[in-house]
């Protein structure tokens, strides 16, 4: 029952608000079926597998909401959902930042964000793409730990005021980590995608053995302000906080409003039309890009809409609540599910080879924030760092710890490569100047 | 209609559809509050159920099968200023079954509590893992668990938080927050999580042990923004997460240790003072914007309880999982540099005044249980001794490995839906021997910093290189604690800093700090683990400046 066509969500809808008595009442649904499967030393250690489809009910009298759910769907549950979520709403105080719930909306049309192909992964599959990866590390006599995870489901929205979603999504992703026996050199690959049968478990393990062969014998440099080219693995993590990811997350209008946020100016509001980045920085979102497709619509039913935030450095948009755009007379724009930063036509290889003296970044780790002032971020690298002399990698250096911030890092930029698609999002490679790397780390 | 008779009666608001993104939620169903009251499964039932999981498993070819029947409660409470943001409960019921077949682990959950979806789950388990047996090299191996019959266990708590009433539990948020708004704070939100583990485990070892498992975590934030300049500051507060029930939220002079003299830092043992603790907040969030940023270089830092917990979790809990050691993180959490190679070299860990050990029975840890998800007794155990390391944390299927035949009790899920794996146990630092007050501790060094609570921290993926902050930050300058720091963070590499331990105040100072959501594993899941130890001194410790410029 995971996946509901639009026609069977809609019909459960269609019920569960025939049985409201509400001022106004929305009603969601949403389901997944999953599984997933996870490898250490070359052989599986653990995998699993899940299904599920949940209801949500909110009613509301006047200011006053209530949400229930459920997990059954005969007429009886679905009466009784709706029933508590009323008796909350009875009895909640007014909220102070009550919003109307939507009428219709006008959605773009849904991009490619379903895969058939990717519903169908059964634990067969899931060993198979594994084993690939682990065939390869045999013959190679290294070590890998590896990760796939699949989901496909849906969600759907309908309410009293007219609004009316429902979108199909599937995912599938995969990291592998190679690691030399001995213990001294590590690499690192990782993909995600809608349609499963665009993943190569293979090609990631075979870079991440490369990688791991190549970064043995690391050498120790000094700690100090480096020019580093950033894999797109090593700027968007989907498995850690990250410094872009932290960049957008702190694209909120209302802390950047209310005082507290980077983008908040002195003596009061934001810093919202100002440039802050270097010119060739321009990132936006964009619903309808096949690459990295995901719902059309956000939470609370708003559409996603393509959104330029940064163009040529200046910050262009911020994304607010409903009640904080009415409250502030501001744009109200959902928070963005992927994103796309702006780009050039240069491979990692190409921008590797312009570079005269540097580091190569493959991954970043335990990423934390140190000072929301300055978004200063502290981690370290991983799985394959190295030294760039004269457009060639020379030799791999021990890992460093990073203090940096995404502001300063993208005033500093040098070059732009070719967007991927990493955790959703599409990104480039960057090659930045001065990144501050404050100490070394022995790990591998 | 009263607040008091909202929060009463219901517990939902508009919003809590965000409950998936609340720490420590799981995947819950939003339920109306009284329903956390009702009663789960009868045990005979439950018993039932179990033995038709066992069955069904074995029946399709399972050589070993364990079945966990849980029922997990979540309320948390949020607030912000005057207004409260969100009363959100959940409630989550289902069975996980885990099976060896072929020498494979498999695992297969549901949330259809019946004869039949649990023996579909089962059959779905022997099914994957006969499907990844034909890929797996090695096959699985326990060490022999002895079962206990039927048996149970509870915390031990004196108030279910579950059981007080929302609106006393909101009224005392919101009274948190008038204290900080009265004392001139810009922003506060304070939050009340409370969580109840109702678990019951049943395996082909012979064993069926029902568990009722408490947590509890009041917690807030205060903001002051300096408008002028734009600076803004925020103090969260220095609450642990206990495995207590509401009883922690009862303030007792006896449970409060003062910080060292000229600090203001008052620290909590079983019980906590929230309106004392967001009043001091208010207090040093408003000095924090004025404070002296610190001069980099070489410090002896004295590291109270609320913050040292955090480090011995990163550079000892961790790096000891013998998961992680043996390679099974290696793609997420990674491995350690404290592998069975570097323990047979009997390397110094530390110096002779570090010793820890790790501890699932410690009254008012997160980590206490009387059995481990995989039905195994828990218990004591030393990890380091006089700064040797002695021991790792290990479950059912790595004792072997290590030459040991008999697992640490240390198997845990964050849920029925997720699958049992190595989990940390509380590990803490034991108090120093002799009478040693943190007064006395201070007036021996001559530069220095206090630092309490636990801040921005980040450490290498074994676990060598860390930087840590802190909450508030004091200068000690021969001997005294001579004012407010800020844009401090130390650097460091594990097995240095444990090695400049120099001593630790007595029993008398020791309290715990706790995690609520500690992640590991892929898929990533959290568990909530406690470290104890009383205030502690580290000789020349690198502190860097983290003030940056942004334009």
């Given at each position: 029952m995971a996946i509901l066509s639009q026609s069977e969500a809609q019909a459960i809808l269609t019920k569960v608000l025939s049985f409201s008595k509400a001022d106004e009442c929305e009603a969601s649904l949403s389901g997944n079926v999953g599984g997933n499967v996870r490898t250490a030393?070359?052989?599986?250690?653990?995998?699993?597998?899940?299904?599920?489809?949940?209801?949500?009910?909110?009613?509301?009298?006047?200011?006053?909401?209530?949400?229930?759910t459920c997990n059954q769907f005969d007429d009886a549950t679905l009466r009784s959902c709706v029933q508590r979520a009323e008796e909350i709403a009875r009895l909640a105080p007014e909220s102070p930042e009550y919003m109307p719930l939507l009428g219709p909306q006008q959605y773009v049309a849904a991009p490619e964000s379903f895969s058939q192909r990717t519903a169908a992964i059964n634990p067969d599959y899931r060993a198979t793409q594994v084993a690939a990866g682990m065939q390869i590390c045999d013959q190679q006599k290294l070590s890998s730990a590896a990760f796939l995870e699949d989901s496909a489901g849906f969600r759907a929205v309908r309410n009293s005021k007219g609004l009316q979603a429902y979108q199909q999504r599937s995912g599938v992703t995969y990291s592998v980590t190679v690691r030399t026996p001995d213990g001294t050199g590590s690499g690192y690959a990782t993909a995600d995608y809608n349609d499963a049968s665009k993943l190569d478990t293979s090609a990631l393990t075979t870079t991440a053995a490369k990688k791991a062969a190549m970064s043995r014998e690391a050498k120790a440099i000094e700690p100090g302000k480096y020019t580093v080219i950033m894999e797109p693995a090593a700027l968007v993590a989907n498995t850690d906080a990250s410094l872009l990811a932290a960049l957008m997350g702190a694209l909120d209008a209302r802390s950047a409003d209310e005082g507290r946020s980077f983008l908040s100016k002195k003596g009061g509001g934001n810093k919202k039309g100002e440039k802050l980045f270097d010119e060739r920085v321009t990132i936006y979102s964009d619903p309808t890009n096949p690459e990295i497709a995901d719902l059309t619509f956000s939470g609370d039913g708003r559409p996603h809409q393509k959104t330029t935030w940064i163009e040529k450095g200046v910050v262009k948009n911020l994304y607010t609540s409903r009640y904080w755009a009415q409250k502030a007379g501001i744009p109200d724009i959902p928070r963005p599910n992927g994103w796309i930063m702006e780009g050039g036509t240069q491979s990692l290889e190409d921008m590797i080879k312009g570079t005269q003296k540097g580091i190569l970044v493959t991954r970043l780790w335990y990423i934390r924030p140190v000072d929301p002032q300055t978004l200063l971020y502290t981690g370290l690298t991983r799985d394959g760092t190295f030294y760039i002399e004269n457009g060639k990698i020379k030799h791999p250096?021990?890992?460093?710890?990073?203090?940096?911030?995404?502001?300063?890092?993208?005033?500093?930029?040098?070059?732009?490569?070719?967007?991927?698609?990493?955790?959703?999002?599409?990104v480039p490679p960057l090659k930045i100047r001065d990144f501050t790397f404050t100490s070394l780390s022995d790990a591998v | 209609m009263k607040r008091r008779d909202f929060v009463g009666l219901t517990g939902l608001a508009a919003g809590s559809l965000l409950l998936p993104s609340i720490p420590g939620f799981g995947s819950g169903l939003l339920v109306s509050p009284e329903r956390l009251l009702e009663p789960g499964l009868d045990v005979a039932l439950k018993k039932r159920l179990a033995d038709v999981a066992l069955n069904a498993a074995k029946s399709a070819g399972a050589t070993y099968a364990d079945v966990r029947i849980g029922r997990y409660l979540n309320q948390g409470i949020f607030t912000r200023e005057k207004q409260v943001q969100n009363i959100a409960s959940s409630e989550s019921q289902g069975v996980g079954v885990r099976v060896i077949a072929n020498g494979t682990w498999g695992f297969a959950s549901t949330n259809q509590i019946t004869d039949e979806g649990i023996a579909k789950a089962a059959q779905l388990a022997v099914a994957i893992a006969k499907a990844n047996s034909k890929v797996q090299k090695e096959p699985v191996k326990l060490v022999p668990q002895k079962g206990y019959g039927t048996v149970s266990w509870k915390t031990p708590i004196t108030q279910n938080a579950f059981e007080v009433p929302i609106a006393q539990k909101v009224d005392l948020l919101m009274e948190t927050n008038a204290k900080a708004l009265a004392g001139g704070a810009s922003f506060v939100n304070s939050a009340l999580f409370q969580v109840n583990e109702q678990k019951y485990f049943a395996s082909t070892d012979g064993s069926y042990i029902d568990q009722d498992i408490h947590r509890i975590w009041p917690t807030f934030t205060v903001t002051a923004i300096d408008r002028a300049s734009g600076k803004f500051r925020s103090r969260p507060s220095m609450s642990a997460s206990m495995g207590l029930g509401y009883e922690y939220l009862t303030p007792s002079a006896k449970e409060k240790i003062a910080g060292p003299a000229g600090s203001d830092v008052i620290g909590y043992k079983q019980r906590y003072d929230i309106l004392e603790d967001v009043t001091n907040a208010t207090k040093q969030v408003k000095q924090k914007l004025t404070a002296k940023s610190v001069t980099p270089g070489k410090y002896d830092l004295v590291l109270d309880p609320h913050h040292l917990g955090l480090t011995i979790h990163e550079s000892v809990g961790h790096p000891l999982e013998l998961d992680r050691v043996l390679g099974y993180e290696a793609n997420y959490a990674g491995t350690s540099f404290a592998d069975l190679q570097w323990k047979a070299k009997n390397i110094p860990y530390g110096s002779k005044a570090v010793n820890i050990v790790a501890d699932k029975l410690q009254p008012g840890s997160l980590g206490a249980v009387g059995y481990d998800d995989e039905g195994v007794k828990t218990k004591r155990w030393d990890l380091i001794k006089e700064g040797k390391l002695v021991d790792y944390q290990k479950i059912r299927d790595q004792a072997h490995i290590v030459g040991q035949n008999e697992s640490d009790g240390c198997c845990y899920a964050q849920s029925w839906q997720d699958v049992q794996f190595q989990r940390m146990p509380n590990v803490s630092l034991k108090p120093g021997k002799a009478k040693l007050s943190v007064d006395d501790m201070v007036k021996g060094i001559d530069k220095g910093i206090y630092i309490a609570g636990n801040g921005s921290f980040s450490i290498d993926q074994q676990r060598y290189n860390f930087q840590f902050g802190g909450i508030v930050f004091y200068a000690i300058e021969k001997g005294k604690i001579t004012g407010m720091l800020e844009d401090v963070a130390y650097q460091a590499n594990t097995q240095e800093f444990w090695n400049s331990c120099a001593a630790s105040c007595d029993e008398s100072d020791y309290r715990l700090v706790g995690f609520f959501n500690d992640g590991k594993g892929q898929p990533s899941q959290s568990s909530a683990v406690s470290h104890g130890s009383a205030t502690t001194r580290f000789n020349g410790v690198n502190v860097i400046n983290t003030a940056r410029k942004i334009g």
């Open positions: 030393r070359n052989t599986i250690s653990t995998s699993g597998a899940s299904d599920n489809v949940s209801l949500a009910v909110e009613s509301r009298f006047g200011k006053r909401s209530g949400v229930a250096v021990k890992n460093f710890r990073f203090n940096e911030s995404p502001i300063i890092m993208l005033n500093n930029l040098e070059a732009i490569g070719k967007p991927v698609r990493m955790g959703g999002n599409l | -």
